[in-house]
């Protein structure tokens, strides 16, 4: 079973415009880390946002908001103002921490055009 | 500051051929440290992870192999490559596993397996 499912493989938004990434997420774990990151088309990974299952709050960023539902067990990244450098593959994932918190699980991503 | 090395980034190689990849991370000590594939398109599948010198956990059975022989060195081996085998190769240390700081990744091994 899909731990981490994004279902938007592509997203269009327009310059200047606020954006929401979906990610719903499968876990029996109490303790569990969520993240966000974003992939340009160099390849790297980068980290933009974390939230705790405890957080009782959702996470900030600058720019990246994550709009933590846990009862519907999704962490959706809202992106404000869009740019043309936002333009990226955006992948969620987990860490379960009853693995020891070693393991962090990706979604397939959804891929981000910025249109000016 | 902490940075992770990880090299070649580009490797093409025939079917059949070894394979070794290396990563280093500076400026920390006792790292985990993890090898993540990505086929093309595909998200992260998580491949080995080290939390020690030769200590080795693997997620997938494969015809790949990592070791850790240094404290800040994970090396991702092969004997003979597959066709299978080609994608993007990251290498990632985090500082404990309950880090809300996420990943650092290196820049990635794009192997090709011809």
């Known amino acids: 079973a899909q731990k981490i499912t994004q279902t938007q493989p592509g997203m269009f938004v327009q310059e200047k415009e606020a954006v929401t990434l979906d990610c719903t997420y499968d876990t029996s774990d109490q303790s569990y880390g969520l993240f966000w990151y974003k992939q340009p088309s160099s390849g790297e990974m980068i980290f933009l946002i974390y939230?705790?299952?405890?957080?009782?709050q959702n996470a900030t960023e600058g720019r990246y908001s994550l709009n933590f539902q846990k009862a519907r067990k999704s962490a959706n990244l809202v992106i404000s103002a869009s740019q043309l450098g936002d333009s990226a593959m955006y992948f969620c994932?987990?860490?379960?921490?009853?693995?020891?918190?070693?393991?962090?699980?990706f979604g397939a991503g959804t891929r981000l055009f910025v249109k000016a | 500051s902490q940075t992770i090395h990880q090299w070649p980034a580009t490797l093409v190689q025939p079917v059949g051929s070894p394979l070794s990849l290396e990563c280093t991370v500076e400026?920390?000590?006792?790292?985990?440290l993890y090898w993540y594939r990505q086929a093309a398109g595909r998200g992260l599948q998580l491949l080995f992870y080290s939390v020690g010198i030769g200590q080795i956990s693997s997620e997938v059975p494969q015809n790949l192999s990592a070791s850790r022989p240094q404290d800040r060195q994970f090396i991702l081996s092969s004997k003979k490559l597959l066709l299978s085998d080609s994608g993007f190769y990251l290498c990632?240390?985090?500082?404990?596993?309950?880090?809300?700081?996420?990943?650092?990744f290196g820049s990635g091994t794009r192997l090709t397996v011809v």
């Open positions: 939230q705790g299952s405890y957080d009782e």
């Open positions: 990632a240390w985090s500082v404990f596993q309950g880090a809300r700081d996420g990943y650092t």
């Open positions: 400026g920390t000590s006792n790292p985990n």
């Open positions: 994932a987990m860490r379960e921490d009853s693995t020891g918190g070693f393991k962090t699980i």
